[in-house]
């Protein structure tokens, strides 16, 4: 089993910045290819970033390529989602999985392991 804790949501401005964690705990995290989905307000949840498990390999969703960065500290057991250049339709519940697995996936049903969520708000 690996609990996984999101912190880092918040409101912020437009053109604004903030910073995601997912703390893990439970087995060893560094085995696990991790990403961030979001879901906003009536939508379905979506793909945001994924890296894998040496943080080797990053894959973005399109309407976030160039502002955010998703990366790992295995050494901490954590991974970060950076945001930048924040807009309105960034507006969701950030959620962070984990993957059985080195290699980094797109796919939800791919993840089995999810955390709560923390909300971010971008106000325009």
């Known amino acids: 089993q690996v609990q996984l804790v999101e912190s880092g949501g918040g409101l912020v401005q437009a053109g604004g910045s903030l910073r995601l964690s997912c703390a893990a705990s439970?087995?060893?995290?560094?085995?696990?290819?991790m990403g961030w989905f979001r879901q906003a307000p009536g939508k379905e949840r979506e793909f945001v970033a994924t890296i894998s498990w040496r943080a080797g390999i990053t894959y973005y969703a399109d309407s976030v390529k160039g502002r955010f960065t998703i990366s790992r500290d295995n050494a901490k057991n954590t991974v970060y989602l950076q945001m930048n250049s924040l807009k309105p339709e960034d507006t969701a519940v950030y959620y962070c999985?984990?993957?059985?697995?080195?290699?980094?996936?797109?796919?939800?049903?791919?993840?089995?392991?999810w955390g709560r969520g923390t909300q971010v708000t971008v106000s325009s």
């Open positions: 999985a984990a993957r059985s697995s080195s290699g980094p996936s797109l796919y939800q049903y791919e993840y089995a392991y």
């Open positions: 439970g087995r060893t995290f560094s085995n696990y290819a």
